[in-house]
């Protein structure tokens, strides 16, 4: 069972174009939705988190809008490089319980110059 | 450079080997995390151990045994896996539980 469905699988911008990833859910007990951002040979890294109390975070040029009657949240990136170029994983996470990190199935962001 | 330190970073086992997968962090968390990733997939959580006991198993075959000797230090022993076994395979950790993961660069595995 899916639990957090990411879209799209892939994705293709202009250097300075801001792409937008999009994840939705369907448990109400999370409570965490962090971004992950892996480059190639790498592990992921810890991007950006938000929890269901604010509707958007900011960090850089990196931005979480989360809709919670909605359960949606998605990433946005302002001025994109192609250093920005790497497949990005939402995730969420139950605040009580086994607390096991649900990952979306991510996206393969390419950034042209 | 992650400050979760996985060795090997590469590892070519026949499927009667042993051989065993170590993860290290010094930051003081007490939450660590075996993954496995395949080509193009999220991490699949294996387990889970927190304040060095196990406390997630997530139905991982037997052939995968992990422990964790100390707060700073989880191992994954592997032996006797299948061709279908070869992946990335990441260690995170966290302060506690319900706090961020963060994760290293992972042992990438290949089974003969």
């Known amino acids: 069972q899916q639990q957090v469905k990411q879209s799209p699988q892939s994705l293709i911008v202009q250097k300075g174009g801001i792409p937008i990833i999009n994840c939705a859910y369907e448990n109400t007990a999370f409570d965490y939705f962090p971004w992950y951002q892996q480059f190639p040979g790498k592990g992921p890294a810890l991007l950006i988190a938000i929890r269901p109390d604010v509707s958007e975070k900011k960090e850089g040029r990196f931005t979480i809008s989360f809709n919670k009657s909605a359960k949606q949240f998605s990433l946005h990136i302002m001025d994109s490089q192609p250093g920005d170029s790497a497949t990005y994983f939402c995730a969420a996470k139950e605040g009580q319980g086994a607390q096991k990190l649900v990952f979306g199935q991510g996206t393969r962001l390419t950034i042209n110059p | 450079d992650t400050e979760v330190t996985q060795t090997p970073k590469h590892l070519v086992m026949g499927m009667t080997n042993k051989k065993s997968l170590k993860c290290e962090q010094h930051?003081?968390?007490?939450?660590m995390y075996w993954y496995k990733q395949k080509a193009k997939k999220p991490p699949e959580l294996m387990f889970v151990?927190?304040?060095?006991?196990?406390?997630i198993n997530e139905s991982v075959p037997s052939r995968f045994s992990p422990e964790c000797p100390n707060s700073s230090l989880l191992n994954l022993h592997l032996h006797a896996l299948q061709p279908e076994d070869s992946a990335l395979y990441l260690c995170a950790s966290s302060q506690v539980l319900s706090q961020p993961q963060h994760f290293g660069d992972g042992t990438r595995l290949s089974i003969l």
């Open positions: 930051m003081g968390h007490r939450a």
């Open positions: 151990y927190s304040y060095e006991k196990l406390s």
